[in-house]
């Protein structure tokens, strides 16, 4: 199983992007997918998680800007980030956690430039 992160870019502030994260193979029994993101010379921190019953929850600091949603049929994950903050410049990765393992994508670029 692998997870491809895609769609970051370069935006200006104000800006917004959307994030997909395929999943290619089958993972049974998912309990959470959520978003990281990990700024430059910073610890990787969550963004955002849904769950199956489609329970969506956000960090603080992209609650009301950040949409995080999920398409089954495709398998495949998104992020939608509007209202972009340079301080939104990050590697973002997808993450999924299972009751067979924790899975991650390779990660996806964003840089808001202000």
């Known amino acids: 199983v692998q997870l491809q992160a895609s769609g970051g870019g370069l935006v200006q502030a104000g800006g917004s992007l959307k994030l997909s994260c395929a999943t290619s193979?089958?993972?049974?029994?998912?309990?959470?997918m959520r978003w990281y993101r990990q700024a430059p010379g910073k610890e990787r921190e969550w963004v955002a998680s849904?769950?199956?019953?489609?329970?969506?929850s956000y960090a603080d600091s992209v609650k009301g800007r950040f949409s995080i949603s999920r398409d089954s049929a495709k398998k495949t994950v998104y992020l939608q980030m509007n209202t972009l903050e340079p301080e939104d410049t990050a590697v973002y990765y997808c993450?999924?956690?299972?009751?067979?393992?924790?899975?991650w994508g390779q990660g996806t670029l964003v840089t808001v430039s202000s």
């Open positions: 993450n999924i956690d299972s009751a067979y393992g924790t899975y």
């Open positions: 193979g089958r993972i049974i029994g998912i309990k959470v």
């Open positions: 849904i769950i199956p019953n489609g329970i969506v």
